[in-house]
Antibody, heavy 120, light 106 residues
Framework: DVQLVESGGGLVQPGGSLRLSCVASGFTFSSYEMNWFRQAPGKGLEWVSYIGSNGISIYYADSLKGRFTISRDNAKNSLFLQMISLRADDTAVYYC?????????????WGHGTIVTVSS | SYELTQPLSVSVSPGQTATITCSGHELGEKYVCWYQQKSGQSPVLVIHQDDKRPAGIPERFSGSNSGNTATLTISGTQAMDEADYYCQAWESTSVVFGGGTKLTVL
């Protein structure tokens, strides 16, 4: 079965750092574009970052540039999100998702999410 | 920055047709996707490329996109369709979501 499993979330103090991971299984990870999204409590979906299948093309939401870094290790079927200088408004469920894995477009496979709480 | 606007809420009776709109400047020139998110769950892609249903999505879900408005239509709405729905498009190298519409099946 196609599956994405996030980990690495937790409670972190303002100004702290955290590294999220997303492990893929059931498909050829190296062939697909990947993304991070987040959803603050009671709020809508927000796109965080995109990375191309070979890791060369990388895009970020304008509001996050400079604090978040996306990367991937195709040999380990893993996607990462390094987050620094975390703020209270970064508190959210963070999801990884593939693009156009089972369809020709759209974010079609999502993980279950990992919760990041930024609080003192 | 590009914005997509959705109604906050839509209500529908079981068996009736639910229509959720998504508005954006010249949205018809972009591909639109729609996601369903039930309470406490991850989003699910229900429509991609304006009007295509992924495998496993019921035929009662359909989409269209023209001018400045994309529309998600759920025909014969069922109680299980109660969820938040988000439209999404690409603007250059950024992904944009609408604010979400809460669909209530009364």
């Amino acid at each position: 079965d196609v599956q994405l499993v996030e980990s690495g979330g937790g409670l972190v103090q303002p100004g702290g750092s955290l590294r999220l991971s997303c492990v893929a299984s059931g498909f050829t990870f190296s062939s697909y574009e990947m993304n991070w999204f987040r959803q603050a409590p009671g709020k809508g979906l927000e796109w965080v970052s995109y990375i191309g299948s070979n890791g060369i093309s990388i895009y970020y939401a304008d509001s996050l540039k400079g604090r978040f870094t996306i990367s991937r290790d195709n040999a380990k079927n893993s996607l990462f999100l390094q987050m620094i200088s975390l703020r209270a408004d970064d508190t959210a469920v963070y999801y990884c998702a593939s693009r156009a894995l089972t369809t020709s477009d759209g974010f079609d496979v999502w993980g279950h999410g990992t919760i990041v709480t930024v609080s003192s | 920055s590009y914005e997509l606007t959705q109604p906050l809420s839509v209500s529908v009776s079981p068996g009736q047709t639910a229509t959720i709109t998504c508005s954006g400047h010249e949205l018809g020139e972009k591909y639109v996707c729609w996601y369903q998110q039930k309470s406490g769950q991850s989003p699910v892609l229900v429509i991609h490329q304006d009007d295509k249903r992924p495998a496993g999505i019921p035929e009662r879900f359909s989409g269209s996109n023209s001018g400045n408005t994309a529309t998600l239509t759920i025909s014969g709405t069922q109680a299980m369709d109660e969820a938040d729905y988000y439209c999404q498009a690409w603007e250059s190298t950024s992904v944009v979501f609408g604010g979400g519409t809460k669909l209530t099946v009364l």
